[in-house]
């Protein structure tokens, strides 16, 4: 809905154009009225305006200062001037400003409306266009190294929300290939720094050349930072190949990366004074195993010896004397990686916005993983377990919902995994209480939705005399106007202006049924500054005039 403010000193030209646009519900206009310049610019301060129909000559400020006055605030609002033939050539001035048109006092009311569906077209058409985004396109080129991070973290960390692809990848200015395999690994700074983050930043670029020139003549490859401290690489050769040439090639960057991770922990020692261990892949992998290769090259850093700087290598034995682990079950090894995948912060977000299909979607594979556990003694079921009931219990506790959820399920089973005789019905009670959020989210908004409505209702019935504009109806609720104006539809079914003429006419109707009151004072009763609005109204809702449903209410009194 746009909103249309009329300017004219002369008020009974800003009451009449006022009417008419405020009757055209083809146009979905929200219209406001000002009777000085100064009016005008309240407004424009008090909310957005998209287009301002005006006289050009008004006492304090001509129509060429206010139009300066307006674009300065709303730079795309369409300006219409009305003006005399006497203006002409101040008019011709007055249309260099961007956005700025005029029409002759002299034309109909109809060519008016017309100027203004102009208008509300072009806003419109602006709205298409897609310069913001061509914008945003160079932009993107300036900062494709954020977006590339951003991808690659989500990507390893299994929680991508687009699949690798070579078109994606381009966008991002990555020269890997989404159709091959990859080689991975991850770096970690063994001397961190403790200094502020400039210095952080100052030790972070020199080590990213020392990579890149060591790799960059034998492989493509895309370097990211996860912090200042832990590097990951994603490498392919240089040559695109196909059949059994590609595992020929891959063994082949294997060893080369190999030796080159030595010359880059020596490079990096002497000129910069930092020892790097790397975790190398033996192996190469599919992309939809990337986030548990990383995993594993991860726990390989984690498990080094000694403060030696190393290169260690995964996929190989695992009960050597540098990596000596138990391995754990197919079950806990893929609730393992769901866990690893599991972000806090992206199920709040989606808690907090009743997005509850997203919620669910994310959730049940973690919690699918952890009803498969058979033993109720498996440490990566109960981190499982305390990650998902941490996030429930910190959105319970941020609103304040402990008392109201207390009877809905036991808070005890929340944070005691003991409680449950299984993990099946462990995940099956963290599946219910989730469940539940939502469905008392849902309720509270519906609540909350029909509260603001009804205040909205009383507040018309009361001041039917009063301005009873979108913009002041939303300013008592405290909500967006085009909010309000949506939120009202969707709960009752019509536009809020609907309201507001029917309880106009409501009441008039039954200060009609009495003669102590004359048809101007009703009008004035209900809103409207003259006669001749009120009576247009009150026909258009009622098929009579004010006048013929006082004479037909008297007819059937006598009779």
């Excluded at 998902?388 to 919902?401: A, C, E, M």
């Excluded at 005890?412 to 008392?440: P, Q, Y």
């Excluded at 001041?463 to 106007?481: A, T």
Aim: net charge negative; proline share 3%; charged share 25%.
């Amino acid at each position: 809905m746009y909103r249309l403010l009329i300017v004219d000193d002369e008020q009974l030209i800003t009451d009449g154009l006022y009417e008419i646009f405020n009757g055209l519900d083809s146009l979905e206009l929200d219209v406001y009225k000002a009777y000085s310049t100064e009016d005008a610019l309240a407004w424009m301060n008090r909310a957005r305006i998209d287009i301002v129909v005006s006289d050009i000559q008004m006492p304090g400020m001509d129509g060429l200062r206010l139009s300066e006055e307006i674009l300065s605030r709303w730079a795309w609002c369409r300006i219409i001037f009305l003006t005399g033939h006497a203006e002409f050539e101040y008019v011709y001035k007055a249309i260099q400003p961007p956005n700025t048109s005029f029409i002759l006092k002299t034309e109909d009311t109809d060519k008016l409306i017309e100027v203004v569906e102009n208008a509300i077209n072009q806003i419109r058409e602006c709205d298409r266009r897609d310069e913001l985004t061509r914008k945003a396109e160079d932009q993107i080129v300036m900062v494709r190294e954020l977006f590339q991070k951003d991808y690659f973290l989500r990507l390893l960390s299994g929680d991508s929300i687009s699949e690798p692809s070579n078109e994606l990848f381009s966008k991002l200015g990555s020269p890997l290939r989404a159709d091959y395999p990859l080689i991975v690994a991850v770096g970690n700074i063994l001397n961190r720094s403790s200094g502020d983050y400039y210095e952080q930043i100052q030790r972070i670029y020199p080590l990213k050349q020392v990579i890149d020139k060591y790799l960059s003549a034998r492989v493509i490859f895309t370097m990211v930072f996860h912090s200042y401290d832990r590097i990951s690489l994603l490498v392919q050769p240089k040559e695109v190949l196909c059949g059994k040439e590609i595992d020929s090639a891959l063994i082949k960057t294997n060893t080369f990366l190999t030796g080159a991770f030595e010359a880059i922990q020596n490079s990096a020692k002497l000129n910069l004074g930092l020892d790097i261990d790397f975790a190398l892949s033996e192996l190469a992998c599919e992309w939809a195993a990337l986030p548990e290769k990383y995993s594993d090259l991860n726990m390989r850093l984690n498990s080094r010896l000694g403060a030696i700087p190393e290169i260690l290598l995964s996929d190989g034995e695992r009960n050597s004397a540098s990596f000596s682990v138990v391995s754990p079950s197919d079950t806990t090894r893929l609730l393992e990686i769901h866990l690893r995948r599991f972000r806090p912060e992206t199920f709040s977000r989606f808690l907090e916005t009743g997005q509850s299909e997203e919620f669910f979607a994310e959730i049940n594979p973690l919690l699918d993983a952890l009803a498969n556990i058979g033993s109720k003694h498996d440490g990566i079921a109960e981190e499982c377990y305390l990650s998902v009931s941490s996030l429930i219990l910190s959105y319970i506790n941020r609103y304040q919902l402990a008392e109201k959820m207390a009877f809905r399920f036991g808070r005890n089973k929340l944070t005691s995994m003991d409680l449950h005789s299984s993990w099946v019905k462990a995940s099956e009670f963290l599946r219910g209480i989730c469940r539940i959020l939502f469905e008392n989210r849902s309720d509270e908004q519906k609540s909350r939705s029909d509260e603001i409505v009804r205040l909205v209702e009383t507040y018309v019935e009361n001041h039917l005399d009063d301005e009873l504009s979108l913009l002041k109806l939303s300013e008592r609720v405290y909500l967006n106007p085009s909010y309000l104006s949506r939120l009202y539809k969707q709960i009752r079914g019509e536009n809020l202006s609907e309201f507001i003429d029917k309880s106009r006419v409501f009441k008039a109707k039954r200060l009609l049924e009495s003669q102590n009151y004359k048809i101007s004072d009703i009008a004035t009763s209900v809103g409207y500054e003259n006669s001749a609005s009120f009576t247009r109204l009150f026909k258009k809702v009622e098929g009579l005039t004010p006048q013929e449903y006082r004479d037909t209410i008297i007819k059937q009194v006598n009779t």
